[in-house]
């Protein structure tokens, strides 16, 4: 990650946010699922990280202009593909140093998981990436590669901001 300030976008339950607050991060999550703020909003409180939460789209993002160092997303929604993303993504990172990490896929176990897992991205994204490549996609120069580990392999794309 680049800086301290994150926004993870599609915070979900709220556990990376948790992990993050932890580590020290300026951090703060934003989803659009009522049922995910409520449920989320109580983990920070009792956390002792209250108003870390925004309700809003990632295609209409709520912060000033070059508000975050970095951008994360984990299995992210559609919104992903849609250019007002992007444009929202430029708009609040920070200028010349602005980071995107959006985590595409994970598996985790050798045996199920890779076949039912590849089955269900392939059909939402497409073919579960298999090499890496570079991209450019609006103001951003990307990167899409496979991450292996001991115990899992990671479907990473890193996004940094064109200068």
């Known amino acids: ?5 994150i926004l993870e976008i599609g915070c ?12 020290g991060y300026d951090a703060y999550g934003l989803d659009l699922s009522p049922e995910f703020w409520r449920q989320t909003g109580r983990r920070l409180r009792q956390q002792g990280h209250p108003n870390r939460l925004v309700g809003g789209d990632a295609r209409a993002l709520p912060f000033s202009a ?8 984990t299995f992210p929604a559609p919104f992903v593909r849609d250019p007002w993303f992007w ?3 430029d708009r609040v990172l920070r200028r010349h140093s602005g980071k995107l990490v959006i985590i595409e896929a994970a598996i985790a ?13 392939g059909r939402v ?8 490549s570079r991209f450019t996609i609006g103001s951003f120069v990307a990167e899409r590669r ?9 479907w990473l794309v890193t996004a940094v901001k064109r200068g």
Not at 12 to 21: S, T, V
Not at 66 to 73: H, I, N, P
Not at 125 to 130: L, M, R
Request: net charge negative.
């Open 146 to 154: 496979v991450v292996q580990t001991e115990k899992e392999r990671v």
């Open 66 to 73: 070059e508000s975050f160092d970095t951008l994360v997303l």
């Open 125 to 132: 994204t497409g073919p579960v990436p298999n090499e890496e």
């Open 109 to 121: 176990e050798r045996s199920l998981w890779p076949r039912a897992l590849g089955k269900v991205i």
């Open 1 to 5: 990650m680049v800086g301290s300030r």
């Open 12 to 23: 979900g339950p709220g556990w990376l946010l948790l992990d993050l607050l932890a580590a």
């Open 87 to 89: 444009r929202e993504a």
